[in-house]
């Protein structure tokens, strides 16, 4: 089976664009999650996504929101970009039940200057 | 509110040494517990959960409920292991979907 695959490996910004992170999770996962990681605050949830449905939200603004297709494929956004965004991005799949195990990306590293 | 806490960033043990990472956790309810690594250039992986109560790789780890606490051992470290270990912690009936992450410690296994 193919992993979870992020798009694209690495990314540029300047402040106040917007920016769209892809993920593809392995075949037959149907949630798929997101994390924000970064040398000081380590792994944070942003959200998680199940059947097309936000299931779970962690503690982000309202600048980064999220959306998932039928395909369970799953992006990202975030607007109004800040310095702070900059960080790696990792995307997980998983089956969505109980104790089923995250599978991760290698993640999106976005630098904003 | 759910944390998990990694009191230490690096530790340094020679091959064959016995190690141990610590991880605390605060939640309210019954937490679901696992570890993941990630080896260098790969990507982030599970290691084990508790409620598996398996040995993967040499590594157990206990759930302490009263010490709210869930290290990772192994009795004899190999250089393959040098990797960063994360502990984490679900607090959703254990889908493991909102993880609740340490800030990870390093573990460097010299020869």
């Known amino acids: 089976k193919a992993g979870v695959t992020q798009t694209p490996r690495y990314l540029i910004k300047t402040r106040g664009q917007q920016v769209t992170l892809s993920c593809s999770p392995i075949s037959g996962h149907r949630s798929v999650s997101w994390y924000q990681q970064t040398p000081g605050q380590g792994l944070q949830f942003l959200f998680e996504y199940f059947s097309e449905t936000q299931r779970n939200k962690g503690n982000f603004p309202g600048r980064f929101s999220g959306r998932q297709f039928s395909n369970s494929r799953s992006e990202m956004n975030v607007s109004t970009l800040e310095l702070g965004d900059s960080a790696l991005y990792l995307c997980?799949?998983?089956?969505?039940?109980?104790?089923?195990?995250?599978?991760f990306g290698n993640g999106t590293r976005l630098t904003v200057t | 509110a759910q944390r998990v806490t990694q009191p230490e960033k690096l530790l340094s043990v020679f091959k064959g040494a016995p190690v141990e990472l610590k991880c605390n956790y605060s939640?309210?309810?019954?937490?679901?517990l696992f570890w993941y690594v990630q080896y260098s250039r790969q990507r982030l992986q599970l290691l084990l959960r508790h409620i598996s109560r398996e040995s993967i790789k040499g590594f157990t780890a206990d759930l302490n409920k009263g010490e709210t606490s869930f290290h990772l051992k192994k009795p004899f470290a190999q250089e393959e292991d040098s990797a960063m270990y994360y502990c984490?912690?679900?607090?959703?009936?254990?889908?493991?979907?909102?993880?609740?992450f340490g800030t990870g410690t390093r573990l460097a296994v010299r020869p």
């Open positions: 997980a799949s998983s089956l969505g039940d109980n104790y089923s195990p995250l599978h």
């Open positions: 984490a912690l679900s607090g959703q009936g254990g889908s493991g979907d909102k993880l609740t």
């Open positions: 939640y309210s309810g019954s937490p679901e």
